[in-house]
């Protein structure tokens, strides 16, 4: 089959929203269908600014074809206009204005999709309120499949939004929560739909020969030695986790992961909060940062950065920590925390944050707090119990095989293509 994929931006920087969603499930079906993605030159949602080079490029092997923003995003008028909008009575005409001014408008992409649409078996298009969506979904609406990545905002109490949901041949949602949300907030009923989420292809599970390990990590003793003489017995899995991580950054105790941007509008900032008041009864557990720094972190003994790491150290870095904490409230895609829980690590979330609730409690894998007091409590019962994060971390690992692996994921992504028409001769 051959795709087209529609997103407001695409790169291998984006690591969160719609667009990374788009990128990961791209990827995966580039190796046995051919896939264009059709997106912007802009880099940055808040602007819009055309920052890549218009036309076609490979990003990790999928074939990527930019088009210009002709309009920049003025945030400020934009707020202004949504204020109005939500607070006084207003029109079809000013819904789909408010979808102009949120951009991107990009005129260029929404020709080529009119004129090669044919081309295409199906229209895979991510995100709902974006003009690339709202001005793309009418032109071949039998052939179009939407990814909406819903979450609560103002804006979705438009009526715009249930007349695209029900146009399109098939509606994609990345949780259980997302598509509960779809059906009683924004009340919309879709011709078809499937929750697909996203894949996880854990390591396979490995113990590390012993010059890999520092002496002060105490995974393996002098004594033990094997019975046919010389060589160290190898330890169990568990008891190895993770040891290139923790000898890099001279981690020889417990210690908390988080995994992500590291900024102010996604619980980061929150997090650290919590963990200072954490901190004062357990100074001997740090919480290590990995990911890009876009925020000041405090000057605290307890608060480490691991920097951005590729994707298999990363994947090393979960398997090293005690525990993960996932503090964004909005992530429909919840990655860090289902790879933390593909390598057996239990996972803190936040309560607030439905779809990692409801990965947590499916899996059985983690716990979840909605203040101060519950991240406190819930964080000292994961460190100081070690019968518990194995029982947690076991769990999540059985979670994600069964149900977040690329195959179970791809299989759902062709149950739900299977419902769109074939293209005409």
């Known amino acids: 089959m ?84 939500m607070t006084s009575p207003h029109t079809r005409a000013d819904e789909l204005e408010w979808v102009r001014r949120l951009g991107p408008w990009t005129p260029g992409l929404i020709d080529h999709l009119s004129r090669h649409q044919r081309s295409y078996d199906a229209i895979v298009f991510f995100s709902l309120t974006h003009a690339t969506t709202v ?55 879709p011709q078809a739909d499937e929750v697909v989420g ?87 557990v740090p919480l290590v940062l990995m990911g890009v720094k876009m925020m000041k972190l405090p000057d605290e003994a307890s608060v480490r950065l691991a920097g951005v790491l590729p994707d298999r150290e990363r994947m090393v870095a979960y398997e090293a920590a005690d525990v993960v904490i996932a503090p964004a409230t909005n992530d429909l895609i919840a990655q860090p925390l289902l790879e933390s829980m593909a390598v057996g690590t239990p996972v803190l979330a936040s309560a607030a944050n439905e779809t990692a609730v409801e990965h947590c409690r499916r899996a059985n894998g983690g716990l979840y707090y909605a203040d101060r007091e519950e991240f406190s409590e819930a964080l000292r019962a994961i460190m100081r119990n070690s019968r518990l994060r194995e029982a947690l971390g076991e769990n999540g690992r059985r979670y994600v095989q069964q149900n977040y692996r690329w195959d179970s994921v791809l299989g759902r992504f062709d149950r739900l293509i299977g419902r769109v028409r074939p293209r005409s001769s």
């Not at 001279?250 to 929150?270: K, M």
């Open 2 to 85: 051959r795709f087209a994929f529609v997103t407001p931006r695409y790169g291998a920087e984006i690591a969160s929203g719609p667009e990374h969603a788009c990128r990961l499930i791209a990827q995966q079906v580039s190796e046995r269908h051919d896939v264009e993605v059709l997106t912007t030159c802009a880099g940055s949602a808040r602007t819009w600014k055309n920052e890549y080079t218009e036309g076609a490029d490979r990003v990790r092997g999928v074939l990527v074809r930019r088009f210009g923003v002709s309009q920049a995003h003025d945030r400020q008028a934009f707020r202004q206009f949504s204020e109005r909008l």
């Open 135 to 189: 001005h793309g979904l009418s032109i071949a609406p039998d052939r179009s499949v939407l990814f909406p990545y819903l979450h609560l905002q103002p804006g979705l109490r438009f009526d715009l939004w249930r007349e695209l949901i029900a146009s399109v041949r098939a509606v994609g949602y990345l949780s259980t929560a997302e598509r509960r949300f779809a059906r009683q907030y924004v009340r919309a009923t």
């Open 198 to 284: 996203i894949g996880i292809d854990p390591p396979p599970r490995q113990t590390y020969p012993r010059h890999q390990q520092d002496p002060a990590d105490e995974l393996v003793q002098d004594d033990e030695i094997a019975s046919d003489g010389g060589e160290p017995v190898a330890e169990s899995y568990l008891e190895s986790r993770g040891v290139p991580f923790r000898r890099r950054h001279r981690l020889y105790g417990s210690f908390a992961l988080y995994g992500g941007r590291i900024g102010f509008d996604n619980g980061c900032e929150e997090m650290l909060e919590y963990f200072h008041g954490y901190a004062e009864s357990d100074p001997d």
